[in-house]
């Protein structure tokens, strides 16, 4: 039995997700977040097998939410949802630990395709996620901005664009509000904008923000 942990704050996508797999032999939903913050609480206490999570939520967001339950469990395997299927976010994000990464317009069967492989020790990408990967690394000089980003520095820019307070980075992230606006500062440098309005028009310009949750 494959043992699986929810994780996403609209509870229509929860709910069409646990329909999926109540139907399928082998597979249990036995829990369900809304949060990050719930996701974590969640699995100091129970075992999943498998963490499928959104990337984008408020508050703590899927991807520090992925660091601090693999501290807790490093063997657990964390499939991504979301709606980022450009390069270099996904990149990312299986470098940062993800097992696997899927989209959220995946039909029922990619996501339980996904599910198998990655609990069976394998990793999963999505398909056209993967092609668009390969080309994007076949054209080295496409208008990428966001591929100058360490790991850390995309997780940051992330949370600014949804509208997150320094303070409440600060907290979230364990490091000092002054270490936060460097890494603002950095942000701000690199990617040749002028403070968290025109990040936020960059992100949203490049697919990199659901506006849906401005």
């Known amino acids: 039995m494959i043992n699986i942990l929810l994780v996403d704050d609209h509870e229509l996508v929860r709910t069409g997700i646990c329909r999926i797999i109540d139907d399928v032999r082998g597979m249990k939903v036995i829990g369900e977040a809304q949060s990050g913050e719930e996701a974590v609480k969640w699995c100091r206490k129970n075992h999943p097998d ?36 450009e390069n270099p976010f996904p990149s990312k994000v299986m470098q940062a630990g993800a097992s696997g990464y899927i989209s959220k317009s995946a039909g029922p069967d990619e996501v339980l395709n996904a599910i198998r492989l990655v609990h069976s020790g394998q990793r999963y990408l999505a398909p056209e996620i993967a092609q668009k990967i390969a080309l994007s690394q076949l054209s080295p000089t496409a208008d990428d901005p966001f591929s100058v980003l360490s790991e850390r520095e995309l997780q940051i820019m992330m949370m600014i664009t949804k509208g997150q307070r320094v303070v409440d980075i600060s907290e979230q992230l364990g490091l000092s509000p002054k270490t936060i606006n460097s890494y603002r500062y950095r942000l701000f440098d690199k990617l040749d904008v002028k403070g968290d309005v025109g990040l936020t028009h960059l992100a949203i310009r490049y697919g990199m923000l659901d506006t849906a949750m401005l």
Do not use: F, S
């Not at 490093?74 to 709606?83: A, F, G, H, N, S």
């Open 50 to 85: 498998v963490v499928l999570m959104d990337i984008n939520m408020p508050g703590m967001g899927g991807l520090d939410a992925m660091h601090k339950i693999l501290r807790i469990n490093e063997d657990l395997k964390i499939i991504m949802l979301t709606m980022h299927t």
